[in-house]
C-alpha cells in the first residue's frame, strides 16, 4: 500500500480509536491523526510479530483495518496516560 493510503487509513482508524475511547485529549485532531497512522503501523507490526500473520494485506482487507485500530487504541490509551500524568502533577 502506499503512503497515501496509510495515512486514510490511519486517518480513520484514529477516528474510530477516538469513538470508542472517548474523552478529552489534548492535542485535537492533529494528535488523533498522528495516534492512527502511527497505530495502524504499529497494529500490523505487532500482528505480524505476535501471531505470524501479514495483517497489513491491502486497503479493503478487514485484517488491515482491525489492526490499524487496535494499534491506534493501544497509542491513544498510552497517549492518555503519559499525558494524564503530565497534567494531574502540574495542578497538584
Given at each position: ?41 504499529l ?32 497509542l ?17
Amino acid at each position: 500500500m502506499g503512503i497515501i493510503a496509510w495515512i486514510v487509513i490511519g486517518l480513520l482508524a484514529g477516528i474510530i480509536a477516538k469513538a470508542i475511547m472517548p474523552g478529552k485529549d489534548p492535542g485535537g485532531i492533529i494528535i488523533t491523526m498522528l495516534i492512527g497512522i502511527a497505530g495502524g503501523l504499529l497494529g500490523g507490526w505487532l500482528g505480524k510479530v505476535i501471531f505470524g500473520v501479514d495483517s497489513i494485506d491491502g486497503f479493503f482487507e478487514l485484517s488491515t483495518w482491525l489492526a490499524a485500530i487496535v494499534g491506534s487504541l493501544i497509542l491513544l490509551a498510552l497517549y492518555r496516560l503519559i499525558t494524564g500524568n503530565r497534567r494531574s502533577h502540574r495542578h497538584a
